[in-house]
């Protein structure tokens, strides 16, 4: 078994922590470790440092290099500094694996996503291994659906394989009305999608060539360029050649087409996208989520964090409200105005303030 790691993502829904330069996946938005560490940390209880491949853009190579240091160089999986979001990016990943270790299965690990307790995570990676290996088929993850919720996908479940694993009959994607979602969990068998995946590198690049043969053709240039003179550049115009997209454009179709498998996940999972995710993971019933040097009277609902030990924030009577605090920006949004955040970012852009970007 091989983990590919993904860390080039840009994390623009976690500013002011996540930046240009250095996003929220090498950023301490959780305690004093970042999301990425906490990863590595945790897959170096199970795996070998060799066997752990790390898939980042070139630019955030110098914190993948500080932040795990156990893992080998040879083992950096480096995209261009061009975005192209991870359909391309986790299909360059797949392509190298492919090329060195194609018998082998991968299981993929986003590193801006947490999940608690960790043996459970470890466990699951064995028991998807183990479906891999005796039906040749994907492995995602999925949470039993309980709410309707308008902002998820859902699996429509198959033949129960034991151990909390199915087949997938249909991938449901999101319903655009609460009334819609509610009736899907009544009325089918269906669980949350939660994006893992699990298969063999070369299976998950022959899906590339029937639902995106326009990133296969071109990850096929790039395969010939590997090795050759004038490699990176090579790649470099390549890749920036190739449209952007999600990685979905292609496992989507595979779910879809009853051949795929879910595990039910025995941990709980969440990505951290926005602020209002890392409250919903890690508050808990409690009245606020507080990290850093932080005093509450009379507030709830609330996530506050400051990055400075020796500087105080001090809330009172606020409700439903994000305090985010750093070196050289200060965040206050209310919960349900979080996506406001791109459009701070687009008035800095505007002002010309890169530096806070």
């Known amino acids: 078994m091989k983990i590919i790691v993904t860390a080039g993502g840009q994390g623009t829904k976690m500013w002011p922590y996540s930046r240009i330069e250095k996003p929220k996946q090498f950023q301490p938005i959780i305690g004093d470790e970042s999301s990425y560490k906490h990863n590595i940390d945790i897959l170096l209880r199970k795996f070998n440092p060799e066997d752990i491949f790390i898939s980042t853009k070139r630019k955030f190579i110098k914190y993948v290099s500080e932040q795990s240091p156990q893992i080998p160089l040879k083992n950096y999986i480096v995209e261009p500094d061009i975005a ?125 060539k029937q639902y995106r043969p326009d990133w296969y053709a071109k990850l096929m240039e790039i395969k010939e360029a590997i090795d050759q003179p004038g490699e990176n550049e090579a790649i470099e115009r390549i890749y920036a050649e190739m449209e952007k997209g999600p990685t979905e454009e292609v496992t989507t179709h595979v779910m879809d087409s009853g051949k795929a498998m879910v595990i039910l996940l025995p941990y709980k999972w969440t990505d951290l996208g926005t602020w209002n995710s890392v409250y919903d993971f890690f508050a808990d019933g409690i009245e606020n989520y507080q990290d850093g040097n932080v005093v509450s009277v009379d507030s709830a609902g609330s996530l506050i964090k400051t990055s400075h030990p020796d500087k105080l924030i001090a809330v ?42």
């Open 84 to 208: 192209r979001d991870r359909g391309p990016g986790e299909g360059l990943a797949f392509l190298k694996l492919a090329m060195t270790h194609p018998e082998e299965p991968f299981f993929l690990v986003q590193a801006d996503c947490y999940r608690e307790p960790a043996d459970r995570f470890l466990k699951m990676i064995e028991q998807a291994e183990q479906l891999v290996i005796k039906h040749k088929q994907l492995v995602t993850g999925g949470i039993k659906a309980t709410e309707p919720s308008i902002g998820v996908d859902y699996l429509q479940l198959g033949k129960d394989l034991g151990a909390d694993a199915y087949t997938i009959d249909t991938f449901v994607f999101r319903k655009s009305t609460i009334k819609e979602t509610r009736e899907l969990i009544q009325n089918f068998h269906v669980v949350t999608h939660c994006n893992h995946m699990c298969w063999y590198p070369e299976k998950i690049l022959e899906a590339y």
């Open 316 to 357: 009172a009577g606020v409700e439903d409200l994000v305090v985010v605090d750093t070196d050289d920006a200060l965040l206050v949004i209310p919960k349900d105005k979080i996506d406001k955040i791109k459009d701070i970012q687009a008035e800095l852009e505007n002002r010309e303030t890169p530096e806070y970007l």
